[in-house]
């Protein structure tokens, strides 16, 4: 089985600061990781992905994720966050040993920027 | 290329009515998917499709039906609606890579209230 954690409902950052948003995961076999947003009445968006190979994974916007096999976490950050960058992020994950592809999304965590 | 659209955008049903949202992909992708999203929940899976005429269950069918005669087209069915289906529906689908899932792609969402 598979399942995903976001440990924060969510994540207050003034504009400027470096942002993260956690995720922990646990699967059967090897993970695929995904971070999606979602804007407020709009569906969500692909940031980035882990399948294989570096573990440090750049994406859309400035954001990038760290792979950390023995902590099964793949944290969302970005050096400097911006007003723009607020919103509901999701973690998703997907177990290599399931052959039906399905995925496990995180309850999400609202980003908040401030001025 | 429209990518994933949904139809309707926004519906209100009378407790057992019946319904069918339509989910259209033009990406040729192989998996679709159907979501519901509701407030601290994240997203939960209902129904998915691995190929054209081949639908399974997700994490909370009950209540729900779905077809894929067509590859590009998900339908999800409401049979008798009630007010513990009040959410926001989203509709994905992704490609197939090594012989798996890979990225998924996300419709704009469908606005469901059941008084």
């Known amino acids: 089985a598979q399942s995903v954690a976001q440990p924060e409902d969510q994540v207050n950052v003034a504009e400027g600061n470096p942002l993260t948003v956690k995720c922990t995961y646990s699967?059967?076999?090897?993970?695929?990781l995904f971070w999606y947003v979602q804007y407020p009445n709009r569906g969500l968006q692909f940031l980035l992905k882990?399948?294989?190979?570096?573990?440090l994974v750049k994406g859309s916007y400035g954001f990038e994720a760290e792979f950390n096999k023995s902590q099964t976490s793949f944290h969302l950050k970005k050096p400097s966050a911006l007003v723009s960058d607020s919103a509901l992020y999701f973690c998703?994950?997907?177990?290599?040993?399931?052959?039906?592809?399905?995925?496990?999304f995180g309850a999400g965590t609202q980003v908040v920027v401030t001025p | 290329n429209a990518g994933v659209t949904q139809t309707p955008k926004f519906r209100v049903l009378k407790t057992g009515q019946s319904m069918t949202l339509l989910c259209a992909q033009d990406?040729?992708?192989?998996?679709m998917y159907w979501y519901r999203q509701d407030p601290g929940m994240g997203l939960r899976l209902i129904h998915y499709s691995v190929g054209e005429g081949t639908t399974a269950k997700g994490e909370v069918p009950d209540g729900y039906n779905v077809s894929r005669l067509k590859k590009q087209n998900f339908l999800l069915g409401l049979e008798s609606a009630a007010p513990s289906q009040t959410s926001v529906y989203f509709c994905?689908?992704?490609?197939?890579?090594?012989?798996?899932?890979?990225?998924?792609?996300f419709g704009p969402g469908t606005r469901l209230t059941v008084l």
């Open positions: 882990y399948i294989t190979g570096d573990n």
């Open positions: 990406m040729n992708h192989e998996y």
């Open positions: 994905a689908s992704s490609y197939r890579r090594a012989g798996v899932a890979d990225t998924q792609y």
């Open positions: 998703a994950v997907r177990d290599s040993l399931d052959s039906w592809g399905k995925f496990q």
């Open positions: 699967v059967s076999g090897n993970p695929y």
